[in-house]
């Protein structure tokens, strides 16, 4: 069955470090998303991704962050100064229609881990 | 504004007990919603998921829930819990539209299986 690839699994950096995530939606999939967890909280939006442009960001989304499709098979979430408040867990996720009424596929994550 | 509430974030059953996760949602439009489950180190895997066809909706795994517009409820269900199924378990919702790729996540609910 078709997989959403993160990588790494786990990153540790320091505070004020660049951390670029790493994804590889399933192949046939258009619209891409980044969602994260803090420890013990609910599961975010944070972007999502179309045609080469941000579709949709939230407001924890801000000048920090932002998205990239480098080739034809990376998606990459880049945050510029890491803070300690960052610390979470990243998910990356591809759906092959518009809009999630159809549900999406999920990546099984990046822990980062700010220190 | 949509909004998810699971009720209880932790559940604990014994094995070959009915498993009941309670979710409800508000939603301003005719809501989508789904059932995520997440087993350890493995990324959001869908259980099933609402799209206002029929109200009783059978997902993966032998689990199902039932959509109740009355009672903005969307409780997951299975008559026997397996060993198996301990995992965290979450309810999201979506803009029923679909023109929005944005999931709003519940808080979770770990369910623990006792033999």
């Known amino acids: 069955e078709p997989e959403v690839t993160q990588t790494p699994s786990h990153q540790v950096t320091q505070m004020g470090q660049e951390v670029i995530l790493r994804c590889v939606p399933i192949?046939?999939?258009?619209?891409f998303y980044w969602y994260r967890q803090i420890l013990g909280q609910k599961v975010e939006f944070l972007v999502s991704?179309?045609?080469?442009?941000?579709?949709?960001k939230s407001e924890i989304f801000d000048d920090q962050f932002s998205v990239e499709r480098p080739d034809g098979s990376n998606f990459t979430l880049k945050i510029r100064s890491t803070k300690l408040e960052d610390s979470a867990m990243y998910f990356c996720?591809?759906?092959?229609?518009?809009?999630?009424?159809?549900?999406?596929?999920f990546g099984s994550g990046t822990r980062l881990t700010v220190v | 504004a949509q909004s998810v509430t699971q009720l209880g974030s932790h559940v604990s059953v014994s094995e070959g007990a009915l498993v009941l996760l309670r979710c409800n949602y508000s939603?301003?439009?005719?809501?989508?919603l789904f059932w995520y489950v997440q087993y350890p180190n493995q990324g959001l895997q869908l259980l099933l998921k609402?799209?206002?066809?029929?109200?009783l909706v059978k997902g993966i795994n032998g689990f199902e829930a039932e959509f109740k517009k009355s009672e903005t409820s969307f409780h997951l269900t299975k008559p026997s819990a397996h060993m198996s199924d301990a995992a965290e378990y979450f309810c999201?919702?979506?803009?029923?539209?679909?023109?929005?790729?944005?999931?709003?996540f519940g808080q979770g609910t770990t369910l623990q299986v006792k033999p």
């Open positions: 996720a591809s759906s092959e229609y518009r809009g999630s009424n159809y549900g999406y596929t």
């Open positions: 192949s046939n999939h258009l619209y």
């Open positions: 991704f179309y045609n080469n442009e941000i579709s949709e």
């Open positions: 939603s301003s439009v005719p809501p989508y």
């Open positions: 609402y799209t206002s066809a029929a109200t």
């Open positions: 999201a919702v979506s803009d029923g539209s679909g023109n929005t790729g944005k999931l709003i």
